[in-house]
């Protein structure tokens, strides 16, 4: 019998860890505690807090020596990659992480997953060859009044 969840599945799991995705997450309630955690299947199953893990929250983890994985989000295929730390070596200030679970104790953060927006290609820069007489032309229209252009 399946334990059946303490709270309401966070919305964002939905993005993070969609069906079919290539790093085997998968959002499943906690047979233990029954919070919502999150699965990676790889290998050893690994089993995460869903909050993600940044800013402040980031040296609360540290101090409680909770074991962290970096979380790179692949923009081509949409899906998140998790990368192991290796105690505070590894730890970038402006990362995302997520802590290990564990039944005991309360989750560092409840801060929701906000996937990177796909960066766009930067477009050519804006150059005129512009000579003198069509600016001549330009100021002599322009300063033209309208009656007398019709």
Partial sequence: MRRKAKEHKPSWLRIFAPPGNLAKLEA??????????????LGVWDTYDAGIIQGDDLMIAIILK??????????????????DV??????????????????RLGRVSDTPFRPPRKPHPAGKPFTTSISDEDVKAFEKIWRTPLRKLK
């Fill in 28 to 41: 499943c309630v906690c047979e233990g505690c029954g919070r919502w955690v999150i699965v990676q299947q």
């Fill in 66 to 83: 909770k074991r962290l994985t970096r979380i790179r989000w692949n923009v081509d295929y949409a899906q998140p990659t998790l990368i």
């Fill in 86 to 103: 290796c105690g505070d070596k590894g730890i970038s200030p402006d990362g995302q992480y997520l802590a290990e679970h564990d039944c």
